[in-house]
């Protein structure tokens, strides 16, 4: 294009013609069905940061049912279990799971955890971070004490995921 002086650029005209065209039509339908097929998160790897919820079981097996390969975090032994039980009956062929206990606040777990990921996956794609609830009903039910973890489990939590994560994508 540059060897003619400039670039052309497609008028509304032709690029509408390309658009309409028979067999460009046949193409998006061959294309949207073997994406169909394949999962949209067919070969991705996504992290989901205190999965260990109902909200962490129902994404994960969600994002496998996609294709992706899961890696579940948080501190609830039991709560990982069954979101990776759900991961593993709803994964397509060739999704994975991995599921890491610890305090998914603390910048030496997921300093391991980031590592742990890139040295299996060769990195992540996505990263979903829950909000780490209070299980209180009503604020004025909650200690001072457990406002100041979940503000250090959040705040500090989505901090450390965020830079390790930036650093693995």
Not at 31 to 57: E, H, L, P, R, T
Not at 80 to 107: F, M, N, P, Y
Not at 145 to 163: P, V
Request: glycine share 10%; net charge positive; aromatic share 10%.
């Amino acid at each position: 294009a540059y060897a003619s002086g400039k670039p052309h650029f497609l008028t509304p005209k032709q690029y509408g013609f390309i658009d309409d065209w028979e067999v460009e039509q046949y193409r998006r339908k061959i294309a949207a069905a073997a994406a169909g097929a394949a999962g949209a998160m067919q070969n991705k790897v996504a992290i989901i940061v205190n999965a260990d919820s109902k909200a962490g079981c129902y994404l994960a097996a969600n994002l496998a049912k996609e294709g992706a390969s899961i890696v579940l975090t948080g501190s609830d032994p039991k709560m990982l279990q069954a979101a990776e039980a759900g991961v593993i009956a709803s994964a397509k062929k060739g999704s994975k799971s991995l599921a890491l206990k610890g305090d998914t606040a603390s910048r030496l777990f997921v300093s391991r955890a980031s590592s742990t990921v890139s040295r299996l996956y060769g990195g992540a794609d996505l990263l979903v971070f829950l909000e780490d609830g209070t299980g209180y009903a009503e604020i004025s039910a909650q200690p001072d004490e457990e406002f100041g973890r979940l503000c250090r489990n959040n705040m500090q939590g989505y901090f450390s995921w965020a830079k390790a994560f930036s650093k693995i994508m």
